[in-house]
């Protein structure tokens, strides 16, 4: 489950897998599989602003961010990494 923790770290190194995975400390507050997560989230969020998106990938999109994500709060707040 993705939290504003995460999102946190995420943000606080620019989503540069390469630069956190080198921080001693910093991998046991989160995983790769959270970080590729987020990763994919931002992509998505990507070709759905762009009107890329169909409606059919927009819903799922949003019903994912639901199974994903802890609060609306942490949504919100990966829409503003975008």
Request: charged share 30%; hydrophobic share 40%.
């Given at each position: 489950?993705?939290?504003?923790h995460?999102?946190?770290?995420y ?27 987020i ?32 609060s ?11």
């Amino acid at each position: 489950m993705i939290d504003v923790h995460k999102l946190k770290i995420y943000k606080k190194y620019d989503g540069d897998i390469d630069m956190w995975a080198m921080q001693k400390g910093e991998q046991n507050k989160m995983s790769d599989s959270d970080w590729g997560l987020i990763d994919n989230f931002l992509q998505d969020l990507v070709i759905i602003k762009s009107g890329h998106a169909s409606t059919d990938f927009a819903a799922k999109f949003h019903e994912r961010l639901k199974e994903n994500f802890d609060s609306q709060d942490t949504i919100d707040f990966l829409i503003s990494l975008q």
